[in-house]
Structures are given as C-alpha cells and as structure tokens.
C-alpha cells in the first residue's frame, strides 16, 4: 500500500545531518563531547538562523516560504488541485534553555524531508503538503509556551501575550517586532487557516515505547495542562537580627504553600502531576529574609473535571498555608485534555502497518502545538521511542534509524492524507 520508491527516497544520513547542522545553533555542553545540547531561545538570532537553514533546504528543492503576523514559518509543497485545503505539518524550532536536538526541531525536519521524499519519489499529491514551524512552543523565553499555534487556532488573540517579559525585560511583543522586520523579505501570509489536516512528528518524551521495543506512537490525544504563578509578598529584614515573630518570610510562606499543594495534588495512582519548576526569590541573598517569591505550578491531568477541581483549588488552598504573606494566585495558560479525531491516528496506523513497524495507540503526557488544531482540522501524532524516555535535557536522544522510521510513517500518511 506505501510506494516502495517513497519508502527509499526518505534518506536517513540527510536527515541526521541535518539535525546535527541544527544542533549546532545553541550548542550547550551535554552528557558527552558528541552529545551537546541546545539552548536556542524562540525569536532569537539563533532561532533566525535555524530558520533560514530551513528556508534555504526547502527552497533547494521547490518549497517556497511565507511567515505570518506570530512568526509562524510555513513551506509549501504544491498540489496538482493548489485550490485545495492542505495537509499540514510540522512542529517548533525553539527548545527549552537546557534542552536537547530533538523535541521541535525533529518535527519540522521530519515534514521537509518527507516532502523531499515526495517529490523524488514522484508523487503528485492532489492537496499542497505545507511544513509550519511554529513560534514558541516551548515557553522557555516567554511563558507560556505554544503562542504560535494558540494564536494561529483562535484559542487566544494574537495580543494576548504582548507585555510578557523575558528576564531580560523584553516584551514578547517588542520581540515579536523586531523578528518580523528581520523576516520582511519573506512573503507574508495571513493567521490561520483551515487545512485539511495536521499531523506532527515529536519524540516521545517518555519511557513507554523503548521499553516496550515499538517503533511508533501513535497519539490519540494529549492530557490538559494549566500553568499558574503564585506570588508572595512579605517584607524583607536582617538575618541575624530580626526574631522569628516579627517576620513576614516570603520563603518560609512558599514552604507552607507548597507542603499543602502537595496534599491537594496527592494521587496514589500517579496520574495527576503537579510540578514547581520555577522559583524566584527577592531579593535573593543568604542573609537577608527574602520579601518576595514567586513560583510556577504546572498541573496536568487527562480528565477535564479532575485538571478543573484541583486547578481551580489552588488559590484557596495557597492562601490558607501561608502565615505572614499576601498572595496573588494568577492562571497563565490552560489547555483542557484533547482527543484527537479518529482519521489522522488511523491514517497513521495504516502506514506503520503498510511498513511492518510495531506501533501503539498512546496519549501523550507532554503538551505540543497540536493540541490546538484539534478544534480546526482532523490532527493527529507520530511519536519515536527516545533513549530513557529522557527530554527538557542535553541527554536527549534518538537514533538516526528510529527518527527515519517516525519520518518514513510521515511520508506515507501524508500522501495518503493528501489524496483525499
Ligand atoms: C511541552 O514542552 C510540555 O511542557 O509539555
Ligand atoms: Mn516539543
Ligand atoms: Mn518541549
Ligand atoms: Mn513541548
């Protein structure tokens, strides 16, 4: 059922090249010398350059580029209908400050090199194949993350996040700008749209399918997330002087907070994650008591009513734990748990079945970009094992065999999604 020629025309030694060449834009140390990590901020020159690489592949082979009002890059691969609604693909090129050379990246990479396979293997799709790179998914630079397709989608204005603030103090927007005026010369194309569908390549991020010696995931949803940051306010005073009583210790307060958010997201069966991965604290030295502290909570849970009841328990909860401080609760990003539509997973299958490669239905654990088309066209993802189940780190990894398995499933599902 998949064209032999397309199968062998996805060139396993161009793609690993081309995301080792990747790699190199925000090379950071990694677990070994041949191992980096990346560090490559969204709307950064380093993120440009990544573009342009990308840019100048596709151009190679006939894509041309156009880039929208939130940066969002888009490669067209024509149709023999161009009318047609396209099939689209793709993933995000930033990674998180301490990340590694394949969450995002491989994605994109992975929708080029399918539609290179395309092309020389002489398929004529009769939908426009188009590869998006989307404008930070992470959220690492400026929180949250997945603004490119929340915007593309309509889950939220394009203006929403303008006064967000790197800790720089840049705005997201004086950014954004300053990105786009270095992009004038590529064609611009208007936000949104209706494709016919969406699939994305992303590693699994997870243990699941290296332990259990598959090659492919196929995603049918993605639990919901809600990120939220919690801000204590309290008065600063010297370490060695100032009684026990008399103070309103930001920090101590923060321990109160997170001891009781911890009871309020206690789950034996491990389902509902609760995370505090940011933590700042005013101002920030070892003698003085600290008079300010924000942090971050990071809730995910696959059912709706469960994400809704917690989440919305956290400021009562925060506010009642803590002694000394105020207290601003306030939600950043919420995304509710997601199906996907049947027709992008079972397309997938297909293909992995067409090629005899041992895949799994699973949810992912992980937010993606893809979560916000499922309101806008059929959607679906190709998940490949990664060593350890390991990402969000320099460590990493997929092999070159595995990540061509993930694009060749990518191949064949989309010139089967673009014949109908
Ligand atoms: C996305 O990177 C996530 O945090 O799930
Ligand atoms: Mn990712
Ligand atoms: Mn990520
Ligand atoms: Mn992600």
């Known amino acids: 059922r998949v064209a032999p020629n397309l199968i062998s025309a996805v060139d396993e030694a161009r793609h690993w090249a081309r995301l080792m060449e990747m790699a190199a834009l925000g090379a950071i140390p990694g677990p070994t010398p041949e191992e980096p990590g990346v560090n490559r901020a969204c709307l950064t020159p380093l993120d440009r350059a990544a573009r342009r690489k990308l840019i100048g592949w596709g151009a190679e082979i006939g894509l041309a580029a156009s880039v929208d009002a939130m940066g969002n890059l888009f490669l067209r691969h024509e149709g023999t209908e161009p009318s047609a609604e396209p099939v689209l693909t793709g993933s995000h090129m930033d990674t998180q400050p301490n990340g590694g050379r394949f969450d995002g990246i491989w994605g994109v990479l992975a929708g080029l090199e399918a539609v290179q396979a395309i092309r020389a293997a002489g398929i004529a799709t009769r939908r426009p194949i188009e590869v998006v790179a989307w404008t930070n998914e992470e959220g ?38 300053q990105h786009l005026a270095a992009e004038a010369d590529i064609p611009r194309r208007p936000l949104g749209g209706r494709p016919h569908a969406y699939v ?9 399918l290296e332990a259990e010696g ?32 008399l103070r309103h210790d930001a ?14 997201t206690r789950d034996p069966k491990d389902v509902l994650r609760f995370t505090v991965g940011r933590i700042e604290v005013s101002p920030n030295t070892s003698n003085t008591v600290a008079d300010r502290v924000r942090f971050t909570i990071d809730l995910r849970h696959p059912a709706k009513e469960v994400l809704l009841a917690r989440g919305d328990a956290i400021a009562g909860v925060v506010q009642a734990a803590v002694r000394d401080c105020r207290v601003a ?8 748990p997601t199906d996907f539509q049947p027709e992008v997973p079972a397309a997938v299958e ?27 066209c059929p959607t679906g993802m190709i998940f490949v094992p990664c060593r350890d189940g390991v990402s969000h ?28």
């Not at 492919?216 to 002087?241: P, Y």
């Not at 609760?329 to 509710?336: L, W």
């Open 251 to 264: 920090v101590q307060d923060m321990v109160r907070a997170i001891n009781a958010l911890n009871l309020l």
């Open 200 to 208: 994305e390549c992303h590693i699994e991020q997870g243990p699941r």
């Open 214 to 245: 598959l090659d492919i995931g196929v995603v049918t949803g993605i639990q919901g997330s809600r990120w939220f940051v919690v801000e204590l306010t309290g008065k600063t005073d010297h370490a060695g002087t100032t009684p026990l009583a």
């Open 393 to 420: 780190h320099p460590a990493e990894y997929s092999r070159p065999d595995q990540l061509a398995a993930g694009t060749r499933v990518l191949a064949a599902t989309l010139v089967d999604l673009a014949r109908g």
């Open 350 to 376: 297909r293909a992995a079945a067409a090629q005899g490669l041992k895949a799994l239905r699973m949810a992912s654990g992980a937010f993606h970009d893809a979560q916000f088309l499922v309101p806008v």
């Open 329 to 336: 609760v306030t939600e950043r990003f919420h995304a509710m």
């Open 140 to 177: 690492g630079r400026f929180a949250p993350g997945c603004m490119g397709s929340m915007a593309w989608s309509g889950h939220a204005a394009p203006d929403t996040w303008d006064m967000v603030i790197d800790p720089e103090g840049t705005t997201f927007r004086a950014a954004l700008e």
